[in-house]
Protein backbone atom coordinates (compact mmCIF):
# COMPACT_ATOMS: atom_id res chain seq x y z
CA UNK A 1 0.00 0.00 0.00
CA UNK A 2 1.50 3.34 -0.51
CA UNK A 3 2.10 5.62 1.55
CA UNK A 4 -0.44 8.20 0.26
CA UNK A 5 -2.82 5.77 0.21
CA UNK A 6 -2.35 4.70 3.72
CA UNK A 7 -1.67 8.19 5.29
CA UNK A 8 -5.70 8.66 3.61
CA UNK A 9 -7.10 5.35 5.36
CA UNK A 10 -5.38 7.08 8.55
CA UNK A 11 -6.93 10.60 8.20
CA UNK A 12 -3.55 12.60 8.16
CA UNK A 13 -1.27 14.14 5.07
CA UNK A 14 0.87 11.90 3.35
CA UNK A 15 3.91 14.32 4.75
CA UNK A 16 2.70 13.28 8.59
CA UNK A 17 3.08 9.67 7.77
CA UNK A 18 6.21 9.79 6.17
CA UNK A 19 7.64 11.72 9.22
CA UNK A 20 6.16 9.86 11.86
CA UNK A 21 8.10 6.68 9.82
CA UNK A 22 11.05 8.78 9.50
CA UNK A 23 11.37 9.64 13.20
CA UNK A 24 10.67 6.05 14.29
CA UNK A 25 12.88 4.21 11.61
CA UNK A 26 13.56 0.93 14.18
CA UNK A 27 9.66 0.58 13.91
CA UNK A 28 9.92 -0.10 10.78
CA UNK A 29 12.72 -2.82 9.33
CA UNK A 30 13.05 -3.30 5.38
CA UNK A 31 10.06 -6.42 5.56
CA UNK A 32 7.37 -3.25 7.19
CA UNK A 33 8.46 -0.90 3.83
CA UNK A 34 10.23 0.26 1.16
CA UNK A 35 10.44 2.97 -1.17
CA UNK A 36 9.80 1.91 -4.85
CA UNK A 37 12.04 2.82 -7.15
CA UNK A 38 12.06 4.95 -10.46
CA UNK A 39 11.23 2.48 -12.49
CA UNK A 40 9.21 0.81 -10.48
CA UNK A 41 7.23 4.34 -9.95
CA UNK A 42 7.27 4.98 -13.51
CA UNK A 43 5.20 1.27 -14.01
CA UNK A 44 2.39 1.64 -10.93
CA UNK A 45 1.94 4.77 -12.39
CA UNK A 46 1.20 3.40 -15.81
CA UNK A 47 -0.81 0.55 -14.69
CA UNK A 48 -2.88 2.55 -11.82
CA UNK A 49 -4.87 5.38 -13.07
CA UNK A 50 -5.50 6.64 -9.95
CA UNK A 51 -2.16 7.64 -9.40
CA UNK A 52 -1.62 9.61 -11.95
CA UNK A 53 -0.25 12.72 -9.65
CA UNK A 54 2.53 10.59 -8.36
CA UNK A 55 3.86 11.08 -12.05
CA UNK A 56 5.63 14.36 -11.56
CA UNK A 57 6.42 14.35 -8.31
CA UNK A 58 10.08 14.16 -7.58
CA UNK A 59 9.89 11.30 -4.60
CA UNK A 60 9.57 8.20 -4.46
CA UNK A 61 6.83 6.96 -2.14
CA UNK A 62 7.12 4.30 0.39
CA UNK A 63 5.38 0.97 -0.07
CA UNK A 64 3.91 -0.76 3.08
CA UNK A 65 4.04 -4.36 3.80
CA UNK A 66 1.25 -6.13 5.64
CA UNK A 67 3.37 -5.89 8.60
CA UNK A 68 3.93 -2.17 7.72
CA UNK A 69 0.14 -1.50 7.26
CA UNK A 70 -0.68 -3.30 10.02
CA UNK A 71 1.74 -1.23 12.80
CA UNK A 72 0.21 0.80 14.96
CA UNK A 73 0.32 4.79 14.42
CA UNK A 74 0.30 6.16 17.68
CA UNK A 75 2.42 9.02 16.40
CA UNK A 76 0.03 10.23 14.69
CA UNK A 77 -2.04 11.22 17.10
CA UNK A 78 -5.56 11.43 16.37
CA UNK A 79 -8.45 9.03 17.18
CA UNK A 80 -9.03 7.78 13.80
CA UNK A 81 -5.15 6.15 13.63
CA UNK A 82 -6.01 4.25 17.20
CA UNK A 83 -9.33 3.16 15.54
CA UNK A 84 -7.81 1.74 12.45
CA UNK A 85 -4.49 0.01 14.02
CA UNK A 86 -7.38 -1.98 16.29
CA UNK A 87 -9.29 -2.98 12.56
CA UNK A 88 -6.27 -4.07 10.80
CA UNK A 89 -4.76 -6.22 13.55
CA UNK A 90 -8.61 -7.82 13.99
CA UNK A 91 -8.70 -7.99 10.14
CA UNK A 92 -5.38 -9.78 9.37
CA UNK A 93 -5.68 -11.68 12.28
CA UNK A 94 -9.03 -12.46 10.58
CA UNK A 95 -7.31 -13.06 7.22
CA UNK A 96 -4.62 -15.66 8.78
CA UNK A 97 -7.62 -17.99 10.16
Known amino acids: MLDSDLANL ?10 AVKRNKARFPADFLFRLTKREKSE ?3 ICDHL ?4 FLPLKPFVFTKSGVAMPF ?4 NG ?13 AIMRT
Open 52 to 55: QKLK
Open 74 to 77: SKLR
Open 80 to 92: RATQLSRSLDQTF
Open 10 to 19: YGVPTKALNQ
Open 44 to 46: VVT
